[in-house]
């Protein structure tokens, strides 16, 4: 009787809910995570290139997408240049770099054509990069999100089933306001965050002291405030912007780095969630 009432009950919530969103999976992965942050700038892909590689280092397979339409990442992070193999036509292979899979908008669309890509084009480029990629065998795929809370993140967290989402943020308190924007944003799409993560925390002095350039303690407390997870704090570090540049990721060149430990603490947190 009471199983009845509840399932009852269910009925109800559902058919209250104000739209239901059809979200289709990726193929060829266990769990599809998205790094997203409100401004450009605040080291997102950075984030998103280490993680995938932290997550690698513990022992899992993955997959990296990048969708940011605005300036995709992926020939800079991971020096990839060369476009990827089609099957029939119609479904793209990965490239396969390091032991991980990858994928970008960037492979889509010429280099120089400048990205003013209006929202229908955004949303038939989404649904090519989620719904047309042969992954294999993927456990994790890390998607690297634009910014903001536009129309490639809301067609992302309605339409394609994501496991999770990680918010990156700088301390200051303009960055702050827009994240809290983007926790609404998921929270009534129904995308799970994993957590909230302060980039560019503090610089290590050569002196040993912590300098808190961009302020303190503040993505900490948005995450308390919109009770979320704090998943860590990531400090200016420059061999980690020379890893980048470099198309090397710091996580996979050098694992034992004082950044990666920071990054497979991080990656050990979402591996909790999703075991
Ligand atoms: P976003 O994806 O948010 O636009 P990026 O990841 O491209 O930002 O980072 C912007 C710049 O800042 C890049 O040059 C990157 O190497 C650098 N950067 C990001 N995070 C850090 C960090 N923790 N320490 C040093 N440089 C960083």
Same mark, same amino acid.
């Given at each position: 009787?009471?199983?009845?009432?509840?399932?009852?009950?269910?009925?109800?919530?559902?058919?209250?809910?104000?739209k239901? +969103?059809?979200?289709?999976?990726?193929?060829?992965?266990?769990?599809?995570?998205?790094v997203?942050?409100?401004?450009?700038?605040?080291?997102?892909?950075?984030?998103? &290139?280490?993680?995938?590689?932290?997550?690698? /280092?513990?022992?899992?397979k993955?997959?990296?997408?990048?969708a940011?339409?605005?300036?995709?990442?992926?020939?800079?992070?991971?020096?990839? /240049?060369?476009?990827?193999?089609?099957?029939?036509?119609?479904?793209?292979?990965?490239?396969?770099?390091?032991?991980?899979?990858?994928?970008?908008?960037?492979?889509?669309?010429?280099?120089?054509?400048?990205?003013?890509?209006?929202?229908?084009?955004?949303?038939?480029?989404?649904?090519?990069?989620?719904?047309?990629?042969?992954?294999k065998?993927?456990?994790?795929?890390?998607?690297?999100?634009?910014?903001?809370?536009?129309?490639?993140?809301?067609?992302?967290?309605?339409?394609v089933?994501?496991?999770?989402?990680i918010?990156?943020?700088?301390?200051?308190?303009?960055?702050?306001?827009?994240?809290?924007?983007?926790?609404?944003?998921?929270?009534?799409?129904?995308? %799970?965050?994993?957590?909230?993560?302060?980039?560019?925390?503090? +610089?290590?002095?050569?002196?040993?002291? /912590?300098?808190? &350039?961009?302020?303190?303690?503040?993505?900490?407390?948005?995450?308390?405030?919109?009770? %979320?997870?704090?998943?860590?704090?990531?400090?200016?570090?420059?061999?980690?912007?020379?890893?980048?540049?470099?198309?090397?990721?710091?996580?996979?060149?050098?694992?034992?780095?004082?950044v990666?430990?920071?990054?497979?603490?991080?990656?050990?947190?979402?591996?909790?969630?999703?075991?």
């Amino acid at each position: 009787m009471r199983e009845k009432e509840a399932e009852t009950n269910k009925d109800i919530k559902a058919k209250l809910s104000p739209k239901k +969103f059809v979200k289709n999976p990726i193929k060829g992965t266990k769990y599809t995570i998205m790094v997203s942050s409100a401004k450009g700038g605040v080291g997102k892909s950075t984030f998103a &290139i280490n993680i995938a590689f932290a997550l690698q /280092n513990l022992g899992c397979k993955v997959g990296f997408l990048d969708a940011d339409i605005h300036g995709p990442s992926l020939p800079k992070l991971i020096a990839i /240049n060369e476009k990827p193999k089609t099957e029939d036509g119609k479904f793209l292979i990965p490239i396969e770099k390091y032991g991980a899979q990858f994928i970008s908008m960037g492979f889509l669309i010429d280099e120089v054509t400048p990205m003013i890509w209006r929202g229908p084009m955004v949303i038939s480029a989404i649904k090519t990069l989620t719904q047309r990629v042969m992954w294999k065998d993927l456990d994790f795929i890390v998607v690297d999100m634009p910014p903001g809370t536009g129309d490639a993140q809301l067609t992302f967290a309605q339409e394609v089933k994501v496991d999770g989402s990680i918010i990156i943020s700088t301390p200051q308190d303009l960055a702050l306001m827009d994240v809290k924007r983007g926790v609404q944003m998921f929270d009534k799409t129904k995308v %799970k965050i994993i957590g909230l993560v302060d980039n560019m925390s503090f +610089f290590k002095g050569d002196d040993g002291k /912590n300098y808190n &350039i961009f302020g303190e303690g503040g993505v900490e407390k948005t995450a308390k405030e919109f009770n %979320k997870r704090f998943l860590g704090k990531i400090p200016i570090n420059i061999e980690l912007r020379e890893a980048s540049d470099l198309g090397l990721p710091l996580v996979y060149k050098k694992p034992d780095h004082e950044v990666s430990k920071v990054f497979l603490n991080i990656a050990s947190k979402i591996r909790e969630d999703f075991p």
